[in-house]
């Protein structure tokens, strides 16, 4: 042990648990999956009416597959595994339900699950009468613990088994639109060669062509290790595999280990044509892979995803009210928070990388979502799913000025001077580690106001009135509440008012001064900002106003006002 290294063992029993390496060959020597890159869309096959359903403690009624499959086919899924018919009526009722004419889409195919049974084989083929394109999906377990424990198998036996219940399915199909694909449960954890002799038999049985090719569906059933294990089994199936032109190479990958998705990404490198997996991840314990992210993460690669997610929250929505599963806020893409910063500096550079972007746009004559994107810790635009820039940047403690700015630039249209951005960010920095919450945005407004615009009563705007006189000239007159009566001329409206604060012995100077013309954010009000120097100290106030000259005069005796109490009342 290092001496900078000063863990302690855990205690815990982890020599009950064996690498994968112990538990599965790896024949791979050599592999080809590290240098490639994804440069197209595999075909993503949804299973959420099958393996998220059978996961769910209330399977979905039909209404809610109908919406799910309805889903499917709108956002552009053109293979959806709807069921295992023979397990329930449920399953088998809703595979009646699209067997109906035009229920189906004419450029979809659905596919049904089936165990190895001939009772339960039957049953499946029963229910597809009809359907115009249909894949039966056949899965036995083949690795040793299932052979052994669950099933009571040998290889041979089982290797039998499946033969059998195959050949079934061929002449079930005979003259029917129907082609076949075959799951090797488990495969991951299962003999390399056992797979090749199943899957290339299999291949053989039923014939496969190029123009009808088979599916062999390699899963993850259980994910046991790293993802480039994955990759090496799959890459050794894609080079082994039997008429590879005639099959078509598939990964089901699950998420115990939570590397689901980069066990999809690692297994299309290594030759696999087609993804199993549910919206979001749902499925048996940790989910299956979440198609979603992984289509999601091609786009960000700039690849079409082939799925349309433009409005990845109407999806949500569906898929949430359809597995009665919520979708954790930092899910990939589509979680409430995945779009937001709270903190500072992130803000501060999503800020800058936001203006940068727009002004990008504007210099190629494109629309800014057209533009190419790179914008700071935004790996895509949130607008190309349907999100806002609303969320983008929320305030809480954990804040800096830029997303204080930013909120009140985007909500209300203050440009804020960037002195008076470092001043404003401790006023709200108190407010957030007083309460510990996050401000929204009309919070925002309503502290800067309080602080800025209206500080206390001392100058109440009824008293002072600011004139231009002659051109050029400005006059300030206040009819103080005391009886006093004040009078300052100026070549401004600020002059003037400081004129006018001196005469009634509180001179100030004015450092900084900027504003806005009126705009809709703010009810038609113009603004201004004023720093001023008032007895050796200096303060920021706010005016606002019909007209810029108006609010620069209410700025500058707000931030008069905001210095100690003196004699101008
Ligand atoms: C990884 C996966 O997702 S696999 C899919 C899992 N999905 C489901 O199980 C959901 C739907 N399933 C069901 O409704 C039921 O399990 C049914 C209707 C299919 C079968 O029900 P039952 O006949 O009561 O069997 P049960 O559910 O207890 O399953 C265990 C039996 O199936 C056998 N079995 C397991 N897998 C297979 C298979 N692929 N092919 C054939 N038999 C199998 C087991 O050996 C066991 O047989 P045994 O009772 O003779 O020991
Ligand atoms: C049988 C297959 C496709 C499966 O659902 C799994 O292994 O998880």
Not at 57 to 73: C, G, I, S, V, Y
Request: net charge negative; proline share 8%.
């Amino acid at each position: 042990m290092h001496h900078w290294n000063r863990q302690r063992p855990s205690g815990m029993p982890y020599h009950r648990y064996r690498p994968a390496h112990e538990r599965v060959e790896l024949p791979l020597a050599e592999r080809a999956w590290p240098a490639r890159r994804i440069t197209q869309a595999p075909l993503w096959v949804p299973v959420d009416l099958r393996d998220g359903n059978q996961a769910l403690a209330e399977p979905m009624d039909p209404a809610r597959k109908r919406l799910m499959f309805d889903l499917m086919t709108r956002i552009g899924f053109k293979e959806i595994e709807i069921g295992y018919p023979s397990a329930s009526r449920l399953d088998h009722d809703f595979v009646r339900e699209l067997a109906a004419p035009g229920a189906v889409p004419d450029d979809v195919t659905v596919v049904v699950f089936t165990a190895a049974r001939d009772d339960l084989i039957d049953r499946t083929f029963a229910s597809i009468e009809g359907i115009p394109r249909a894949v039966v999906h056949l899965y036995t377990a083949t690795a040793p613990t299932w052979r052994d424990v669950v099933l009571g198998q040998d290889r041979q036996e089982l290797r039998g088994t499946i033969l059998r219940a195959a050949s079934r399915m061929a002449r079930l199909a005979e003259g029917r639109p129907v082609r076949f694909e075959f799951s090797p449960e488990v495969f991951n954890l299962t003999e390399p060669d056992y797979v090749l002799e199943v899957c290339n038999a299999l291949t053989a049985l039923w014939d496969a062509a190029p123009d009808r090719p088979v599916i062999h569906n390699l899963p993850a059933t259980v994910e046991i290790a790293t993802p480039n294990v994955y990759a090496d089994q799959i890459e050794y199936m894609h080079r082994h595999l039997d008429r590879r032109d005639a099959v078509i190479l598939s990964v089901h990958p699950h998420n115990d280990r939570g590397t689901g998705v980069a066990c999809a990404e690692l297994a299309v490198l290594a030759g696999a044509q087609r993804v199993e997996g549910c919206l979001f991840g749902n499925g048996e314990r940790t989910g299956n892979v979440d198609l979603a992210t992984l289509a999601l993460n091609l786009y960000a690669q700039g690849v079409d995803p082939m799925i349309d997610f433009s409005d990845i929250d109407g999806v949500r929505r569906v898929v949430e009210h359809c597995n009665r599963l919520p979708v954790p806020e930092r899910h990939p893409y589509v979680g409430d928070l995945v779009h937001t910063a709270f903190s500072g500096t992130h803000q501060d550079a999503i800020s800058k990388g936001l203006a940068h972007h727009a002004k990008r746009a504007a210099e190629l004559g494109v629309p800014p979502e057209q533009a190419p994107w790179d914008v700071p810790y935004l790996p895509i635009d949130p607008a190309d799913v349907g999100r806002d820039y609303q969320a983008v940047i929320r305030v809480n403690s954990q804040s800096g000025k830029g997303g204080i700015a930013y909120l009140l630039r985007t909500r209300y249209g203050l440009e804020l001077p960037r002195r008076l951005q470092i001043d404003f960010s401790a006023v709200v920095q108190q407010a957030t580690d007083d309460t510990g919450a996050e401000v929204t945005a009309e919070e925002l407004w309503r502290l800067f106001h309080a602080t800025y615009v209206t500080p206390g009563e001392r100058f109440p705007p009824g008293p002072w009135r600011v004139e231009e006189d002659t051109p050029g000239v400005h006059a300030c007159t206040a009819d103080l509440p005391s009886g006093r009566h004040l009078h300052g001329t100026g070549d401004g409206p600020l002059p003037a008012v400081a004129a006018a604060l001196a005469a009634g012995g509180t001179p100030v100077d004015v450092i900084t001064h900027a504003e806005q013309p009126p705009a809709p954010e703010r009810d038609g009000s113009a603004v201004a900002y004023v720093e001023a120097r008032v007895d050796g100290a200096t303060y920021w106030g706010a005016g606002l106003a019909a007209t810029p000259a108006e609010a620069s005069a209410r700025a500058l005796l707000a931030a008069t006002a905001r210095a100690e109490p003196r004699s101008t009342t």
